[in-house]
């Protein structure tokens, strides 16, 4: 037992404690540990003593600790010590000092002098002797001291406790679990049995926190064995750790048997596969067939490749028969090496003799209108026949959904007796879709291009690009610009995909794109293909798709033929125009899939109810003349058979019969029911244009064109201009520029009264663009606004059958716009009758339909009096004393 001093210096450990019987090495750097070591332990010698306290979380000092070997007590190394807490009043942050603490003695103590700043550094081996409490602590000094008092049993309390059955009974099993935890290290080291003579020769509670001090625990473990101040608590703690050692020493062994094993078990299996080859060839039963690798190699040769690709392939075919298929790089060789034998090098679809006849009947049969797209098409056919090695176009198809471009792509597959793939573009950002992956990395591919022509299977497709102006582009690369290789005939014919790694020939693809805008498109992508514009449908051309195409399909979808179900034009042509408004005809073909859906149910209940009545009804077929009557309803022919009016049959029971024969005709009724009430009429222009300021404006969509209105209105303010309806920068500049104009020519347009000067004097504007989810943008708006303000303050509506667009100037000229074609269409949808455009579009209306512009008022206007006069019922009165 260790005579302790009532005051003691005091070294911090931080988050980190000494355990009594415990040995670590330190080293004192910092001026408060240097003083303390001096005058606690190198004047004294080996009287001197010192307390090693536990901070919490305090800020870094200086000393470093190291782990010693324990020698004879076979007590492991505690690591990870922090230097002693600064109290010379320089830190900030006031230290978390335990209450408790251990004695130590210094084992070993070594001076050193740093060069060239001449400091004093101790490196010190301390001992922990016992346990002491702290009563008072000052920190004012050069170093911590503190007043304790020892809180260790004295020998008479701890011979009374070993006599206690219970600390026998704890001590027992405390010595078992360390005996074996000793056999195990023992074992596992290969060490002598110097560490049992420590069980027999030290006491047991001194045993407890020898074994302890060498685990890795944590600081609140740590601390908990330094307050167990009760030998028979610390004894529990302490056999509880030690146990919690040992079983993990035996997972960790558990793993590592487990693990060399199976290593074992490769090695075994690796020299029987050597002894088993051996033997084959000692026998002369090595049978190539069955030889995987023989096997790809027959198929590289059979591939056709170029001979630069081919000493490639069999350089790569040589790395792996020298390799085993354990290696981890054996399975991505050989996986690339089957992509090179399943490449189309040379294999090309059979073409039969190009028919330029039967190629345009097979479009016409598949489209209906489109005349543009097909007469390209045909061309390019006639260029094939002339010149079979011509390089193939490159046609972009542009324009909303559901007019046909995936499908016209198809078509142009099958005319020219070729093979389709399509590669989908949309939402694509990692340049590596369209080359591939690097064969450095893990779990790479071949891009989209190389993987569809290998599906495929030959070197000669039609392959679709679709949804191209979808691509973005991130720190993955630009998929866009990873296009222009591919899409460059001068380029394409050396592909390198980064998975293959060899040049591959795409000039024999025939490539399509679409795209349903062309502005997102980069410019030198849009530069290298054809682009053809598909605008949409007129009202006709919706009602013969349907007719020709939509209807047997969605008859055929839906397990009904025309004897169950007729679709009259008549109806069809209410659910174009009440239905749908779209550029395409997908919605169109949706209602119609409704309307198959709700007969099906009632074909199917008929003939349901049918079955029944058949199975109680005896039937008698007799062989007369009007077996075969035809009835005439609705061109329908319908077979009768007489019936025996015996077996209790009824009338309703005949009707039955007879109505499951006759076809479901569609009429209006019918449309309301399914559909609902009319979604769109040709009212709804002229019960929005009803007050002066509003005004009817065409503008094209990625949809297609669409009819927007402008609504205007004036309320009490300062002048200001009010705009809403999520609109873009342009729009906004264009409402700027026509209230400026208006503005400038107020008197002019007899606008204001001679006594005003100013028309927005006590009154602000707000102009409103409706559908205000929906973003707009776009100078198209320029007149129409300008309408909408010259209505507003002449109080005079705007004809409600008027639509108008195009760009204006400052100066009041009318600029000509883009997508005339598609508003104009649009206009027709809606039942305007008459169109304002720019007189420099005139040259657009080419591509219009004879009968939409027949049913169209087109009215072209140079500036914007011209707009105005069309605009106003009864023309611009005040226009002919105006000075424009």
């Known amino acids: 037992m260790v005579e302790l001093p009532s005051r003691i210096g005091i070294l911090p450990f931080r988050n980190k404690v000494l355990l009594p019987g415990a040995i670590i090495r330190i080293q004192c750097t910092s001026p408060s540990s240097v003083k303390l070591v001096e005058e606690e332990l190198w004047q004294r010698e080996e009287k001197g003593l010192i307390g090693i306290l536990p901070v919490r979380d305090v800020a870094e000092g200086s000393m470093v600790t190291q782990g010693a070997d324990l020698g004879d007590r076979s007590s492991k190394n505690q690591q990870g010590l922090s230097d002693s807490h600064k109290l010379d009043g320089k830190s900030q942050q006031e230290p978390n000092w335990h209450t408790r603490g251990v004695a130590a003695r210094a084992l070993h103590l070594s001076r050193g002098v740093e060069k060239p700043s001449g400091r004093v550094t101790y490196i010190v081996v301390l001992e922990g002797l016992s346990r002491f409490s702290v009563e008072e602590l000052n920190t004012r000094g050069t170093y911590t001291t503190a007043r304790i008092s020892p809180i260790d049993m004295t020998k008479a309390e701890m011979e009374q406790v070993e006599q206690d059955t219970d600390f026998i009974v704890l001590s027992r099993q405390f010595k078992q679990i360390a005996m074996e935890l000793i056999s195990v290290l023992e074992q596992k080291q290969k060490t002598g049995g110097r560490t049992k003579v420590l069980l027999e020769t030290v006491p047991v509670h001194k045993l407890a926190d020898i074994f302890v001090a060498s685990f890795e625990i944590s600081f609140e473990e740590q601390l908990a064995m330094l307050d167990s101040v009760d030998v028979k608590v610390r004894l529990s703690k302490a056999t509880e750790l030690v146990d919690r050692h040992l079983q993990s020493i035996r997972v960790a062994e558990k793993i590592t048997q487990k693990v060399e094993g199976q290593l074992s078990k490769t090695q075994k299996e690796y020299l029987l596969r050597q002894q088993m080859r051996a033997i084959k060839e000692e026998l002369g039963d090595n049978d190539d067939e069955d030889d995987d690798v023989a096997a790809l190699e027959r198929k590289m040769q059979d591939a056709g490749m170029p001979p630069n690709i081919w000493k490639h392939a069999q350089r790569e075919l040589r790395r792996l028969k020298k390799m085993q298929p354990q290696q981890p790089g054996y399975n991505s060789s050989r996986v690339y090496l089957e992509l090179l034998a399943d490449l189309p090098w040379q294999t090309t679809s059979e073409e039969a003799e190009l028919d330029l006849k039967a190629a345009k009947e097979r479009l016409d049969s598949d489209h209906y209108g489109l005349v543009k797209v097909k007469q390209r098409i045909i061309e390019y056919l006639a260029v094939r026949k002339l010149k079979p090695d011509a390089k193939s176009p490159i046609l972009c198809f542009v324009g909303p959904p559901g007019v046909g471009k995936t499908s016209l792509a198809s078509s142009i597959a099958a005319a020219l007796g070729r093979k389709f793939i399509r590669i989908s573009l949309g939402g694509v950002k990692d340049e590596a879709d369209i080359r591939g992956h690097r064969r450095t990395y893990i779990g790479s591919m071949p891009g989209r291009l190389i993987d569809g022509l290998k599906k495929v299977s030959v070197c000669n497709p039609v392959m679709l690009l679709d949804e ?417």
């Open 468 to 884: 191209i102006d979808k691509t973005g582009s991130d720190i993955r690369g630009d998929p866009a610009s990873a296009l222009l290789e591919v899409l460059d005939p001068e380029q394409n014919k050396s592909f390198n995909d980064h998975y293959l790694n060899v040049p591959f020939d795409l000039s024999k693809v025939i490539f399509v794109a679409t795209a349903n805008r062309a502005q997102p498109i980069p410019p030198p992508l849009l530069d290298r293909m054809e682009v053809i514009e598909l605008p949409g449908y007129t009202s006709d051309e919706k009602l013969r798709i349907a007719m020709r195409h939509l209807i047997p399909r969605v008859l055929n979808q839906h397990g009904l033929t025309s004897d169950f179900l007729k679709f009259p034009e008549e109806m069809v042509k209410l659910v174009i125009e009440r239905y749908t408004r779209e550029a395409g005809v997908r919605n169109l073909e949706r209602n119609l899939a409704a309307i198959a859906r709700s007969a099906a149910v009632t074909v199917a209940e008929q003939q349901h109810n049918n079955n029944n009545n058949n199975n109680n009804v005896p039937l008698n077929q007799i062989s007369s003349p009007l077996l075969e009557t035809r009835l005439e309803g609705g061109g329908a022919e319908v077979e009768m058979e007489v019936i025996a009016m015996g077996g209790g049959v009824n009338n309703h029971e005949i009707s039955n019969i007879f109505t499951i024969m006759s076809p479901l005709i569609v009429d209006e009724e019918m449309l309301e029911k399914i559909l609902g009430p009319p979604k769109y009429d040709d009212k709804e222009a002229a019960e929005r244009v009803v007050t002066p300021g509003v005004s009817v404006g065409l503008v094209w969509t990625a949809f297609g064109g669409e009819v927007q209105f402008v609504e205007a209105t004036a309320t009490a303010g300062k002048g200001d201009l009010h705009l809403t309806g999520q609109l873009g920068d342009v729009i906004k500049e264009s409402a700027q520029i026509a209230l400026t104009w208006v503005r400038a020519r107020a008197n002019e347009l007899d606008l204001v009264s001679a006594e005003e000067k100013n028309l927005l004097e006590g009154r602000d504007v707000h102009i409103h663009f409706p559908a205000g989810a929906v973003p707009k943008d776009g100078p198209s708006a320029g007149v129409t606004l300008v309408t909408s303000l010259v209505s507003l303050f002449s109080r005079r509506r705007v004809r409600p059958d008027t639509a108008m667009t195009g760009e204006m100037t400052l100066r009041g000229l009318v600029l000509p716009v883009g997508g005339i074609k598609d508003k104009v269409l649009a206009a027709h949808r809606y039942g305007i009758k008459r169109v304002i455009m720019p007189e420099r579009n005139l040259k657009d209306l080419v591509e219009v339909p004879a009968a939409v512009l027949g049913s169209l008022e087109i009215l072209l206007a140079k500036r914007m009096e011209d707009v105005l006069q069309h605009a106003f019922e009864g023309g611009c009165p005040w226009k002919h004393h105006s000075k424009l």
